[in-house]
């Protein structure tokens, strides 16, 4: 069992940063992927961002690509999402997410254990 608390989240200007945390508690695997989503109002959840947990491949959503950067601490258990140049449409609640694979997939659907979410608002 994983347990994941997500931190970090705020109120931001536009083309402000925010960074945010996720610290896991039990067991994280070397086969493992840490992901990123988030979900604004009236919308499904969409991926964000993932990391390998083991040699650390990075992958992105199209419209954070170039802004945000994923990483992680593997002895603190953390992962990380750098978020720079921030748009109001980048608003929403984030989570993280592990997916019990090594694979990376970007459906929510694919990964086993969530936070329960942190809240990030970019105003205009």
């Known amino acids: 069992q994983v347990q994941l608390v997500e931190s970090g989240g705020g109120l931001v200007q536009a083309g402000g940063s925010l960074r945010l945390s996720c610290a896991a508690s039990g067991r994280i695997f070397s086969s493992n992927v840490m992901g990123w989503f988030r979900q604004a109002p009236g919308l499904e959840r969409e991926f964000v961002a993932a990391?390998?947990?083991?040699?650390?491949?990075?992958f992105y959503a199209d419209s954070v690509k170039g802004r945000f950067t994923i990483s992680r601490d593997n002895a603190k258990n953390t992962v990380y999402l750098q978020m720079n140049s921030l748009k109001p449409e980048d608003t929403a609640v984030y989570y993280c997410?592990?997916?019990?694979?090594?694979?990376?997939?970007?459906?929510?659907?694919?990964?086993?254990?969530w936070g329960q979410g942190t809240q990030v608002t970019v105003s205009s």
């Open positions: 990391i390998s947990w083991s040699v650390g491949n990075a």
């Open positions: 997410a592990v997916r019990k694979d090594s694979r990376v997939r970007t459906d929510n659907k694919d990964y086993d254990y």
